[in-house]
T-cell receptor, first 116, second 116 residues
Framework: DQQVKQNSPSLSVQEGRISILNCDYT??????FLWYKKYPAEGPTFLIS?????DKNEDGRFTVFLNKSAKHLSLHIVPSQPGDSAVYFC???????????????FGKGTLLTVNP | EAGVTQFPSHSVIEKGQTVTLRCDPI?????LYWYRRVMGKEIKFLLH????????ESGMPNNRFLAERTGGTYSTLKVQPAELEDSGVYFC??????????????FGPGTRLLVL
């Protein structure tokens, strides 16, 4: 049972426009969400995160929005650049009382292509 | 500062053989995670070490997989005997261990395993 879903396998946008990547989750116990970016033959690289107590977090061209009631989050990239072309993974985790295991639950990823 | 390193980068073996993957975390990181991505699917958690102790092995597929972390430094993941369905990319990640839920996991480049 997939707890984090990225329903769009791919997305193509023009340079300078906005890229919106979407992610849905089913487990209401998740309280921290992350986006990772992955280039071919490399490992995932942390991009941006958001706590469940917030609805928005911004870092430069990247903004993550969280809608807890809908169990939905999105990553906005403005403006998109060709170097942003990569696979973007949505991930979630939850606090474990008394423990320190913050394992990540990932979606399948969305391949973003930014065309010059 | 050196990132997470993994060895080998690629491995091609025949069904029934044994393969050992190695991960060197970022120096000083207490938390070490193993993940696996089977082609086209999500990145899945395998297990988590805190220093040399296994904190959570709930993601390990079966008893053909054995992970160790000698002296709380590097970790090895052995697959014996390997089966066709073990093919995929094995990622290792590490984190410092003192920031709780908001802690960032840093990923290595992965080991691409192909079992023929």
């Amino acid at each position: 049972d997939q707890q984090v879903k990225q329903n769009s396998p791919s997305l193509s946008v023009q340079e300078g426009r906005i890229s919106i990547l979407n992610c849905d989750y089913t487990n209401s116990m998740f309280d921290y969400f992350l986006w990772y970016k992955k280039y071919p033959a490399e490992g995932p690289t942390f991009l941006i995160s958001i706590s469940s107590i917030k609805d928005k977090n911004e870092d430069g061209r990247f903004t993550v929005f969280l809608n807890k009631s809908a169990k939905h989050l999105s990553l906005h990239i403005v403006p998109s650049q060709p170097g942003d072309s990569a696979v973007y993974f949505c991930a979630a985790r939850r606090a474990n009382s008394g423990g320190s295991n913050y394992k990540l639950t990932f979606g399948k990823g969305t391949l973003l292509t930014v065309n010059p | 500062e050196a990132g997470v390193t993994q060895f080998p980068s690629h491995s091609v073996i025949e069904k029934g053989q044994t393969v050992t993957l190695r991960c060197d975390p970022i120096s000083g990181h207490d938390n070490l995670y193993w993940y696996r991505r089977v082609m086209g699917k999500e990145i899945k958690f395998l297990l988590h070490f805190v220093k040399e102790s296994k904190q959570d092995e709930s993601g390990m597929p079966n008893n053909r997989f054995l992970a160790e972390r000698t002296g709380g430094t590097y970790s090895t993941l052995k697959v014996q005997p390997a089966e066709l369905e073990d093919s995929g990319v094995y990622f290792c990640a590490s984190s410092q261990g003192d920031r709780g839920l908001v802690e960032t996991q840093y990923f290595g480049p992965g080991t691409r395993l192909l079992v023929l």
